[in-house]
């Protein structure tokens, strides 16, 4: 089945500054990507997704790019501000055991 | 539009007894799933539910069980709790098998 392992489990940038988060995943039919965001005490919040048809998408500060060759995709925020600080998770869906695979988290910290 | 809304917000028991979490999904969304989020880890996949029948379930023991309503809601049992129950039990619906899945603020169990 798939597995995603995500990297960094912790990271702090200064504000303003980019953060990238990586993730890798083990079955090549996996065909959707999305990341979440978690603040403390709150749900995941669905930030950006991306379909296997695509080699990125962007929406204003966040960006996420694909790359099904090397079976890895990643979070990209730049300028990025204090309520930015949150746990992100990545996900891809298994369509051979019809669920969403979760990696383990990364911790950000945007230092003001 | 009315996100996915789950209840109770916080939940104590006492070990052996039963739980019943409920969750309602946003308007339309035909799918609900269920997933565990254990003090400071990721989200550990429990329960999917489609269109009344369950689709597909993780690796936990029989004694969690749910089920989904004619409305698309759907209850979470957990009987014969343990204290490592204690957890985030977070609800999400999607309206697309593989497709956009957004989440609910979680009912936190505790198990004393």
């Known amino acids: 089945g798939e597995n995603v392992e995500q990297h960094p489990s912790t990271l702090s940038v200064q504000e303003g500054d980019s953060a990238v988060i990586k993730c890798t995943y083990s079955?090549?039919?996996?065909?959707?990507f999305p990341w979440y965001k978690q603040e403390l005490g709150k749900g995941p919040q669905l930030i950006i997704d991306?379909?296997?048809?695509?080699g990125e998408k962007k929406d204003q500060r966040i960006a996420v790019t694909l790359n099904k060759t090397a079976k890895h995709f990643s979070l990209h925020i730049t300028e990025t501000q204090p309520e930015d600080s949150a746990v992100y998770f990545c996900?891809?869906?298994?369509?051979?055991?019809?669920?969403?695979?979760f990696g383990t988290g990364t911790r950000l910290k945007v230092l003001a | 539009e009315a996100g996915v809304t789950q209840s109770p917000t916080h939940l104590i028991k006492t070990r052996g007894q039963q739980a019943t979490l409920r969750c309602s999904p946003i308007?339309?969304?035909?799918?609900v799933y269920w997933y565990q989020q254990a003090l400071g880890l990721g989200l550990q996949f429990l329960l999917w539910?489609?269109?009344?029948?369950?689709?597909n379930r993780g690796n936990f023991p029989p004694r969690f069980s749910g089920r989904q309503f004619p409305n698309y809601s759907s209850e979470l049992n957990v009987n014969a709790l343990e204290l490592e129950d204690s957890a985030l039990y977070l609800c999400?619906?999607?309206?697309?098998?593989?497709?956009?899945?957004?989440f609910g603020p979680g009912t936190r169990l505790t198990v004393t």
């Open positions: 999400a619906s999607s309206s697309l098998i593989g497709g956009e899945q957004y």
């Open positions: 079955d090549s039919a996996s065909n959707y």
């Open positions: 991306i379909r296997s048809n695509v």
């Open positions: 996900a891809a869906w298994d369509s051979g055991t019809y669920k969403y695979i």
């Open positions: 308007s339309g969304h035909t799918s």
């Open positions: 539910y489609d269109e009344g029948e369950e689709r």
